[in-house]
């Protein structure tokens, strides 16, 4: 069964007339309405009767197609359109796409209808979305058109062959609208520039690979065979050499090292120099658009009187005691993120004890190791569970808030929803970075769980190895299983539902009659409809990855130099990934107009702030650069002997060791049997990383010495950084002298003319 329905004849309307306006089924469908076949006179076929009434009322053509669903071809009126760019004094005049015949850009005209969609109102006093809750719709799709624009973009764009190509972002936009072109502008623009930065990143990668073995303190601790350390649990840990853990200290010096440092400063300019950059490429791209001075609240009030003109625009509101609600629900949250974190700290203590406790040779040897890359993966699997729940506990706040406007909503739930996934994913790493190591007591008086399990320790050669670790793997995992789920999961899902059961078709059956030829729409609406469902939220899940991924990249770049590499590969990917799911994989998008990323542009600045304060603390606290220096040059040979000929870090490993006395042991720690090759049974004394006195384990004057140096840096490194930082937004002027003469031309041109008029009128 199909037919076309006219339920408002497009003859009543003085702005169109029959012999100008094309045939209706030449033209194209503005959207689709997907709805079960329900039984006649039963609720659901009663509502969406009146639903489609009310559009009949406001001069929409529709057309319905019946098969396994019924489908509802919707085109909206040409006046609604003239009312748009009266209003708006069409904005779009320079955004004509190939689809000459349309009086507004595709993209314009799907955003009106599917906000007059979304904003007609049933006598029930119900809108579509709560229709489609109520199973009366099932879905509300603008259809992927047929034509050059999107073979040329599925051909050029949505393949993996042209991953190294240039974006067609203008005719990216012509499709998808204003607000999807600038997402791939700028995550062109942030792959291209992360080039640079994954290129140094690698530079100090390979330099530190190349002084691996020449470290003075790496080789002080393969050389020390002699030192022995106390035992790293309590149960059936032995006494070990500190020689044992050669080369876990020359990874270590691979990541922490001078080169690090500079690295840290350089991507804290780094990301000011983008987000700078950035800025001008967005103006120079939104000047070509003339969207440079649009306003979103104009566009928004001109929507709503074209929908009804007897709308009035609701008023801004502001409560205090709603927003003390929500300051208080948004904490109660980050606690519980942050117990989260807890809760993993306590699985890799555990872990701990129980893998030195285990009869398998290695994992005794390792369990430190193993903990920390079981813990990252658990890390994982929590950011994936907990990205789920974040989502429906700001959306809950955002309920709550009230916003005014969509975009109010938008910007509201960007910032909620980002900080919660920032607890997320970086709780567990803030931890290690610095805190573990740094609150587990000493020997003798160690800091336990539950008075049982003792805190984890860091490696006499540093903390920032278990740092680098986690995050190697968190990104790794996050980059690899995230991204083949996010491509085969829509595959998949297009791919059982292309395979669903079709309709057979149907025959006339009067005598004479030949079969009934198919609806020429019919083919294409049904391959829409079996393509994956998208959501407000479709585009905005991409932000989100990649700030994510942005804050990962430069937060804790220190302690992992090979961040912005694996983010740059990523990336390469990503970009065509998202295309062919938006192409090939998902319906078509609702256009949306911007002219800029929107409050993402804030985030990105905060992480730039973070990243320098995080980067600064990671060499202050996580990295061994400050004691090193700090003994060179006030205990090292080269200062209190004079000597010029040795390495001044010589003697800094046994000088950064406390040493403990064995019968000061607490009663948990049972004593281990000593292992082969000791050359002594009877152990006295071990050592351990602190600077404490061996008499009552009070903190020595070197640990003072380096606390003050540890401050001093963070304070130096935080305001020089932030320095920098100012000195490079004030030197790259965010809007390009190109696109303030261009607007000084137009404003001197329009002013003549109206000057040339008032003339020309005057002498009349």
Excluded at 156 to 164: E, G, L, S, Y
Excluded at 201 to 224: H, R, Y
Excluded at 442 to 457: D, F, M, Q, S, T
Excluded at 717 to 739: G, Q
Aim: glycine share 4%.
């Amino acid at each position: 069964m199909q037919d076309e329905i006219l339920l408002t004849p497009w003859r009543d309307f003085p702005v169109e007339d029959a012999e100008s306006s094309p045939s209706l089924d030449e033209e194209k469908w503005d959207f689709v309405l997907v709805s079960d076949i329900h039984e006649v006179g039963s609720e659901r076929e009663i509502k969406r009767k009146k639903f489609l009434d009310e559009l009949s009322k406001k001069g929409f053509t529709i057309k319905k197609i019946e098969d396994q669903k019924l489908f509802y071809g919707v085109r909206a009126p040409k006046l609604l359109f003239r009312q748009y760019q009266w209003l708006l004094r069409n904005p779009d005049s320079r955004q004509q796409g190939p689809d000459g015949h349309h009086d507004v850009a595709v993209t314009t005209r799907i955003r009106i209808v599917n906000f007059i969609l979304q904003n007609t109102v049933t006598p029930d006093l119900e809108k579509l979305r709560d229709l489609i809750k109520k199973k009366v719709f099932e879905a509300a799709f603008p259809l992927h058109e047929k034509g050059e624009l999107s073979e040329f973009l599925k051909e050029k764009w949505a393949r993996w062959r042209v991953i190294f190509c240039r974006q067609p972002i203008e005719k990216i936009r012509w499709y998808f609208g204003e607000k999807v072109a600038l997402y791939f502008a700028w995550l062109g623009w942030y792959t291209f520039l992360l080039g640079i930065a994954a290129a140094a990143g690698l530079l100090v990668f390979v330099a530190g690979i190349t002084v691996f073995n020449s470290s003075q303190v790496s080789k002080e601790i393969c050389e020390a065979k002699d030192t022995i350390m106390c035992p790293l649990c309590d149960q059936q840990c032995p006494f070990w050499r500190l020689s044992d853990t050669c080369t876990y200290a020359k990874v270590t010096h691979m990541i922490d090292n001078e080169g690090t440092v500079l690295f840290a400063m350089f991507m804290a300019i780094w990301a000011t120099v983008f987000l700078e950059l950035w800025k001008r490429q967005r103006a120079r791209v939104v000047t070509d658009w003339d969207l440079y001075g649009w306003d979103e609240e104009e566009e928004e009030l001109a929507l709503e009187l074209i929908n009804n003109l007897q709308h009035e625009p609701r008023q801004y509101q502001h409560s205090y005691f709603r927003s003390t609600i929500i300051l208080l629900l948004v904490l109660v949250m980050i606690a519980v993120l942050v117990g989260i974190a807890h809760a993993l700290v306590i699985y890799r203590v555990v872990a701990t004890a129980l893998f030195t406790q285990s009869s398998s040779e290695f994992l005794r040897e390792q369990a430190n190791t193993v903990a920390v890359m079981t813990g990252a993966v658990l890390h994982y699997i929590t950011i994936v569970i907990m990205s789920k729940v974040n989502r429906r506990v700001a959306l809950f706040l955002c309920d709550l808030e009230k916003p005014r406007t969509f975009s109010q909503r938008e910007n509201t739930f960007t910032v909620k929803i980002f900080t919660f996934q920032f607890f997320t994913n970086f709780s567990s790493l803030i931890y290690i970075a610095f805190f573990l190591g740094r609150i587990n007591g000493h020997p003798g008086n160690y800091v336990r769980i539950a008075g049982k399990w003792r805190l984890e320790e860091c490696h006499p050669s540093g903390c920032i190895t278990d740092l680098f670790i986690q995050m190697a793997i968190i990104m790794l995992l996050k980059q690899t299983i995230s991204n083949v789920m996010e491509y085969l999961n829509p595959w998949i899902c297009h791919q059982l539902r292309r395979k669903r059961p079709q309709r057979p078709k149907k025959r006339r059956m009067m005598l004479g009659e030949e079969e009934e030829a198919e609806d020429p729409c019919k083919r294409q609406w049904l391959s829409n409809y079996e393509l994956n469902e998208v959501n407000i939220f479709s585009l905005f899940d991409e932000f989100l990855e990649m700030v994510i991924q942005y804050s990962f990249t430069t937060i804790f770049v220190a302690a992992f130099p090979l961040a912005p590499l694996l983010a740059f590969c990523n990336n390469l990917f990503e970009i065509h990934l998202d295309a062919i799911k938006m192409m090939r994989l998902h319906r078509r998008m609702v256009p949306r107009k911007a002219n800029d990323i929107g409050i993402w542009l804030l985030v990105l600045e905060a992480i730039g702030i973070l990243a320098v304060i995080g980067n600064g603390l990671v060499i202050a606290i996580t990295s061994d650069f400050i004691p090193v220096l700090v003994y060179k040059y006030t205990y090292s040979p080269c200062v209190i002997e004079n000597s010029t000929g040795v390495d001044c870090s010589t003697g800094y490993i046994n000088h950064s060791l406390s040493t403990f006395r064995v019968q000061d042991f607490e009663f948990y720690t049972k004593l281990p049997q000593m292992p082969p090759g000791f050359a002594t049974n009877n152990i006295t004394e071990c050592r351990y990383r602190d600077y404490r006195n061996a008499d009552d384990y009070s903190y020595t004057v070197q640990f003072w010495h380096i606390f003050a140096a540890r401050l001093a840096f963070l304070i130096l490194f935080e305001h020089v950084a932030l320095c920098v930082k100012l000195i490079a937004a004030w030197y790259i002027p965010d809007v390009p002298l190109s696109v303030k003469n261009t607007f000084l031309g137009r404003k001197h041109s329009d002013l003549r003319k109206e000057l040339s008029m008032m003339e020309y009128s005057t002498e009349v």
